[in-house]
Nanobody, 123 residues
Framework: QVRLVESGGGLVQPGGSLRLSCAAS????????MGWYRQAPGKERELVAN?????????EYVDSVKGRFTISRDNAENTVFLQMHSLKPEDTAVYYC???????????????WGQGTQVTVSS
């Protein structure tokens, strides 16, 4: 079994900052991409940021967060972070962590999801 546990969400004023964390645990042989999605009420889930297994330099972001959010990972701890600055009310959503991994040496790649953490940006 694989678990992804997120933390760090909450209520913050516009212009504020939050740092989300997500730790993967369980039967993990190899981790590939880790990332964050979000879903606001009445909207489709969207990719926020992804980071790949070849280091902290290989990342992608949705245009609306570029320059404000930074994704990083700790490979030794199977953990991914999302540092969010200059938060806006439109960033309000449930944020979900994802991880693409194999549980066995010759197993298939599968994507796992966390349970989600609420981020609310409001004055």
């Amino acid at each position: 079994q694989v678990r992804l546990v997120e933390s760090g969400g909450g209520l913050v004023q516009p212009g504020g900052s939050l740092r989300l964390s997500c730790a993967a645990s369980g039967s993990i042989y190899s981790l590939n991409a880790m990332g964050w999605y979000r879903q606001a009420p009445g909207k489709e889930r969207e990719l926020v940021a992804n980071i790949y297994s070849d280091g902290n330099t290989d990342t992608e972001y949705v245009d609306s967060v570029k320059g404000r959010f930074t994704i990083s990972r700790d490979n030794a701890e199977n953990t991914v972070f999302l540092q969010m600055h200059s938060l806006k009310p439109e960033d309000t959503a449930v944020y979900y962590c994802t991880a693409k991994l194999r549980s066995r040496r010759f197993g298939t790649w599968e994507v796992y999801w966390g349970q989600g953490t609420q981020v609310t940006v409001s004055s």
